[in-house]
């Protein structure tokens, strides 16, 4: 049975001007993917007004709730003991979103809660892509 959990998290957009602007995501985890997290920021976070979703490794969450993590469109680290940094890189430039530490802490223990770390099966996850990937072949 799939089980997914879904938690708002206020943030602040930091702009090139260094101005702190007040951002809305929500966490996504789903037992359906258990390596992943989802980011969704509404249309108002973006440049063309369109919402956005950024998919990355769990564990990368997990890791950059402590120290500098991540080497590619995502990464993480941290900004005190209260702060987390989330770097969004795409071709269009860069998206610095800084969150609370606590409230991502408290979502990565609830997808713990889901599938606990270590346990991810993702057998059945890799068929369904190699099934949608080959379908018609």
């Given at each position: 049975?799939?089980?997914?959990?879904a938690q708002s998290v206020r943030g602040r957009l930091i702009t090139a001007e260094?101005?702190?602007l007040p951002v809305r995501a929500a966490f996504r985890y789903s037992s359906a993917d258990p390596l992943a997290v989802?980011?969704?920021?509404p249309p108002t976070a973006?440049?063309?007004?369109t919402a956005v979703t950024w998919t990355f490794a769990r564990v990368l969450l997990e890791e950059g709730l402590s120290a500098p993590a991540g080497g590619g469109d995502v990464r993480l680290r941290p900004c005190g003991h209260a702060r987390t940094i989330m770097e969004f890189h795409s071709p269009y430039g860069l998206a610095l979103v800084e969150f609370d530490?606590?409230?991502?802490?408290?979502?990565l223990l609830r997808s713990h809660a889901v599938v606990e770390a270590g346990q991810e099966d993702v057998g059945e996850a890799v068929e369904r892509g190699l099934s949608s990937l080959f379908d018609g072949v």
């Open positions: 049975m799939e089980t997914t959990l260094e101005q702190e989802h980011v969704d920021f973006s440049l063309d007004g530490t606590p409230d991502l802490d408290r979502f």
